[in-house]
């Protein structure tokens, strides 16, 4: 694609968008800035955490543009807090490792599957405040999960259904790409993004470094191009423009 405006034009106000990174690492900054451009709203989004308040996912919360999030984890962001307790955003709250799992099942057509994780606590039984209203009365809550009991090498073990994650469109942001959207990842930011790419119908990857078909070895490829639609190259400034959350520093001696 020609630009980053280009390649999301066409995303639709309420929309579900999942959206690959872990905290500030490997975060489609360059798409999200787009897409809060592009002035969509209503939006559901789907991805480990909110970012920060001005960073990532932040500026479109900043900007009241997201109805729904589905995540992990939330806890760097006060703006977050704040539209969650006041009433103002939906939470779906999923342990990590589900929420993983979610993503990648719903790129593998696999529509739910069995997990311990959450048996025996408000994931499986419900009532997790989903919403509040505006005097902090939890408006909606989530809703009990079917839970069956398997046979393991442990002995029988019960398991809670989970359904599978499918997004309107997905936006990652990759190391190295081709013009086909086979994709590599560097380090920590091989984190959500290749699930993220999984689930998307449509996938928008913003690379790093653009090369030619045929340059990345095959064996390198973290997310093969038949799950991306559209590749979007950065320029170097736009590529070396990466965020730290939390910076520790301690005395030379």
Known sequence: MGSAAEAVADVASGST????????????????????EAGVDDLEAVSNNAGVDDWGLGRLLAAGRLRRMVASYVGENREFARQYLAGEL?????????????????????????????V????????LP??????????????????????TAEGPREFVLEHAIVADVALVRAWKGD??????????????????????????????ELVEPGQIDPNQVHTPGVFVQRVVALTPEQAADKRIEKRTVRSAS
């Open 17 to 36: 968008v999942a959206v690959g990174g872990f905290g500030l690492c490997g975060i489609p900054a360059v798409l999200i800035e787009a897409l809060l």
């Open 90 to 118: 939906e939470v779906e709250l999923t342990p990590q490792g589900t929420l993983a799992e979610r993503m990648r099942a719903g790129g593998s057509g696999i529509p739910a599957f069995f997990t311990a994780t959450g």
């Open 120 to 127: 025996g606590t408000q994931v499986a039984e419900g009532g």
């Open 130 to 151: 989903w919403r509040y209203d505006s005097d902090g009365n939890v408006v909606v809550a989530s809703p009990p999960k079917p839970t069956q009991v398997f046979e």
């Open 179 to 208: 013009r086909h959207g086979n994709l590599v990842y560097k380090d920590a930011a091989r984190n959500f993004n290749p699930l993220a790419a999984m689930c998307g119908r449509v996938t928008v990857a913003e690379v790093e």
